[in-house]
T-cell receptor
Framework: AQSVTQLDSQVPVFEEAPVELRCNYS??????LFWYVQYPNQGLQLLLK??????LVKGINGFEAEFNKSQTSFHLRKPSVHISDTAEYFC?????????????FGKGTTLSVSS | GAVVSQHPSWVICKSGTSVKIECRSL??????MFWYRQFPKQSLMLMAT?????????EQGVEKDKFLINHASLTLSTLTVTSAHPEDSSFYIC?????????????FGPGTRLTVL
């Protein structure tokens, strides 16, 4: 069975500082990995995804993530955050050979950016 | 990009009434739609997988008679919360898979906030 662990429930940072949101997964098969962002009372927006190929994935809003198979991690990073990045971030995993399989989400990390 | 809509965006109802939430894929066909539930400050929990033209598959612990799911077309799935009670108050989010996308990315609706008084 697959699972996702987001290691930090809350991450407070100051504006323009770098940030890393950590995500580890467990799976016995190859996976696809996703990071989503959720603003208050809204649905989820895809930030980036890893399917195959280059382990460094670049997404929207200046975010990037690196897939590390040996450490089963997919940490999200941004070199300089803005107040507008304050939101809930979810890491998710799905198996590539399971058609129609829903995503499995981590518990989420609240990123709070202050000035 | 692929767009998924939900209607209504919020609803308040009295205990004992039924509420229907619609999930539509606006610019693509979705053979599979998923319904999630999210409590405040918590993650999304999968409730059921909805396949067009067949019965939904419910996750363990989700009452199929209480949460009725219908997926009558490739662009529409509905979730009906029957005889709603205050404990059913939650944020319900649907997602849909785009058939033309060869991997398991899902596109999410904006969510429906249900409050049962």
């Amino acid at each position: 069975a697959q699972s996702v662990t987001q290691l930090d429930s809350q991450v407070p940072v100051f504006e323009e500082a770098p940030v890393e949101l950590r995500c580890n997964y467990s799976s016995s098969v190859s996976v696809y990995l996703f990071w989503y962002v959720q603003y208050p009372n809204q649905g989820l927006q895809l930030l980036l995804k890893y399917l195959s190929g280059s382990t460094l994935v670049k997404g929207i809003n200046g975010f990037e993530a690196e897939f590390n198979k040996s450490q089963t991690s997919f940490h999200l990073r941004k070199p300089s955050v803005h107040i507008s990045d304050t939101a809930e971030y979810f890491c998710a995993v799905s198996g590539p050979n399971q058609a129609g399989t829903a995503l499995i989400f981590g518990k989420g990390t609240t990123l709070s950016v202050s000035s | 990009g692929a767009v998924v809509s939900q209607h209504p965006s919020w609803v308040i109802c009295k205990s004992g009434t039924s509420v229907k939430i619609e999930c539509r894929s606006l610019d693509f066909q979705a053979t599979t739609m998923f319904w999630y539930r999210q409590f405040p400050k918590q993650s999304l929990m999968l409730m059921a997988t909805s396949n067009e033209g067949s019965k939904a598959t419910y996750e363990q612990g989700v009452e199929k008679d209480k949460f009725l799911i219908n997926h009558a077309s490739l662009t529409l799935s509905t979730l009906t919360v029957t005889s709603a009670h205050p404990e059913d108050s939650s944020f319900y989010i649907c997602s849909a898979r785009d058939l033309s996308v060869p991997y398991n990315e899902q596109f999410f609706g904006p969510g429906t906030r249900l409050t049962v008084l």
